[in-house]
Protein backbone atom coordinates (compact mmCIF):
# COMPACT_ATOMS: atom_id res chain seq x y z
CA UNK A 1 0.00 0.00 0.00
CA UNK A 2 1.17 3.39 -0.77
CA UNK A 3 1.99 5.53 2.26
CA UNK A 4 2.67 9.24 1.73
CA UNK A 5 4.59 11.79 3.96
CA UNK A 6 4.37 15.70 3.24
CA UNK A 7 7.26 18.03 4.88
CA UNK A 8 8.09 21.49 3.81
CA UNK A 9 5.03 23.50 5.40
CA UNK A 10 6.04 26.10 7.89
CA UNK A 11 5.08 30.21 8.62
CA UNK A 12 6.07 32.69 6.86
CA UNK A 13 4.70 36.38 5.64
CA UNK A 14 2.94 37.40 2.96
CA UNK A 15 4.47 37.72 -0.57
CA UNK A 16 7.41 34.61 1.19
CA UNK A 17 7.69 31.11 -0.94
CA UNK A 18 7.72 27.59 -0.04
CA UNK A 19 7.79 24.22 -1.25
CA UNK A 20 5.79 21.26 -0.04
CA UNK A 21 7.36 17.64 -0.43
CA UNK A 22 5.27 14.28 -0.93
CA UNK A 23 7.82 11.30 -1.01
CA UNK A 24 5.52 7.92 -1.31
CA UNK A 25 7.14 4.89 0.03
CA UNK A 26 7.00 2.58 -2.97
CA UNK A 27 8.05 3.37 -6.94
CA UNK A 28 4.35 2.25 -7.86
CA UNK A 29 3.36 5.72 -6.95
CA UNK A 30 5.39 6.98 -9.71
CA UNK A 31 2.78 6.01 -12.40
CA UNK A 32 -0.04 7.75 -9.91
CA UNK A 33 -1.60 11.11 -10.46
CA UNK A 34 -0.73 13.18 -7.84
CA UNK A 35 -3.17 15.95 -6.48
CA UNK A 36 -2.56 18.51 -3.94
CA UNK A 37 -5.41 19.86 -1.73
CA UNK A 38 -5.92 21.77 1.31
CA UNK A 39 -8.62 22.45 4.46
CA UNK A 40 -8.60 25.91 6.64
CA UNK A 41 -10.03 25.64 10.06
CA UNK A 42 -14.10 25.30 9.38
CA UNK A 43 -13.82 24.88 5.85
CA UNK A 44 -14.09 21.76 3.64
CA UNK A 45 -11.13 20.34 1.93
CA UNK A 46 -10.01 22.45 -1.34
CA UNK A 47 -8.37 21.25 -4.47
CA UNK A 48 -5.48 23.39 -5.14
CA UNK A 49 -3.07 21.55 -7.80
CA UNK A 50 -3.00 18.26 -9.56
CA UNK A 51 -0.81 16.29 -11.83
CA UNK A 52 -1.88 13.59 -14.27
CA UNK A 53 -0.38 10.42 -14.94
CA UNK A 54 0.81 11.67 -18.52
CA UNK A 55 2.42 14.82 -16.94
CA UNK A 56 -0.54 16.93 -17.71
CA UNK A 57 -1.50 19.67 -14.90
CA UNK A 58 -4.40 21.41 -12.89
CA UNK A 59 -4.58 24.68 -10.92
CA UNK A 60 -7.49 25.90 -9.14
CA UNK A 61 -8.03 29.47 -9.91
CA UNK A 62 -6.91 30.91 -6.47
CA UNK A 63 -3.30 29.02 -6.75
CA UNK A 64 -3.23 29.73 -10.62
CA UNK A 65 0.05 31.36 -11.36
CA UNK A 66 1.20 31.11 -7.87
CA UNK A 67 1.63 27.50 -7.01
CA UNK A 68 3.71 24.83 -9.11
CA UNK A 69 2.97 21.15 -9.12
CA UNK A 70 5.62 18.99 -10.29
CA UNK A 71 7.41 15.80 -9.89
CA UNK A 72 10.63 13.60 -9.51
CA UNK A 73 10.14 10.16 -10.17
CA UNK A 74 13.74 8.83 -8.95
CA UNK A 75 13.07 10.30 -5.66
CA UNK A 76 9.92 9.56 -5.55
CA UNK A 77 8.38 12.82 -4.49
CA UNK A 78 5.78 15.16 -5.93
CA UNK A 79 6.21 19.34 -4.70
CA UNK A 80 3.99 22.04 -4.40
CA UNK A 81 6.04 25.42 -4.84
CA UNK A 82 4.41 28.02 -3.76
CA UNK A 83 4.95 31.75 -4.20
CA UNK A 84 3.70 34.99 -3.58
CA UNK A 85 1.77 33.58 -0.48
CA UNK A 86 -1.43 35.42 1.29
CA UNK A 87 -2.64 34.77 4.24
CA UNK A 88 -5.82 32.99 2.88
CA UNK A 89 -3.55 30.48 2.06
CA UNK A 90 -3.03 29.47 5.86
CA UNK A 91 -4.06 25.32 5.38
CA UNK A 92 -3.35 22.24 6.36
CA UNK A 93 -2.03 20.71 3.02
CA UNK A 94 -2.39 17.09 1.79
CA UNK A 95 -0.93 15.36 -0.93
CA UNK A 96 -3.16 12.39 -2.32
CA UNK A 97 -2.47 9.71 -5.05
CA UNK A 98 -4.75 7.57 -7.06
CA UNK A 99 -4.74 6.03 -10.67
CA UNK A 100 -6.98 8.22 -11.60
CA UNK A 101 -6.56 11.98 -11.09
CA UNK A 102 -9.27 14.67 -10.53
CA UNK A 103 -9.74 17.54 -8.98
CA UNK A 104 -12.58 15.79 -6.73
CA UNK A 105 -10.53 14.79 -2.99
CA UNK A 106 -13.12 11.58 -3.02
CA UNK A 107 -11.58 10.18 -5.83
CA UNK A 108 -8.28 9.75 -4.39
CA UNK A 109 -7.37 6.30 -2.11
CA UNK A 110 -4.36 7.41 -0.66
CA UNK A 111 -3.59 10.53 1.67
CA UNK A 112 -0.75 11.91 3.44
CA UNK A 113 -0.64 13.13 6.99
CA UNK A 114 -0.62 16.62 5.87
CA UNK A 115 1.73 19.67 6.46
CA UNK A 116 0.54 22.87 8.10
CA UNK A 117 1.37 26.18 6.08
CA UNK A 118 0.61 29.47 7.73
CA UNK A 119 0.91 33.15 5.99
CA UNK A 120 0.73 35.86 8.26
CA UNK A 121 0.17 39.71 7.24
Known amino acids: QVQLVESGGGLVQAGASLRLSCTAS????????MGWFRQAPGKEREFVAAMWRGGGTYYADSVKGRFTISRDNAKITVYLQMNSLKPEDTAIYYC???????????????WGQGTQVTVSA
Open 26 to 33: ERTFNSYA
Open 96 to 110: AADLRGSDNSKEYRY
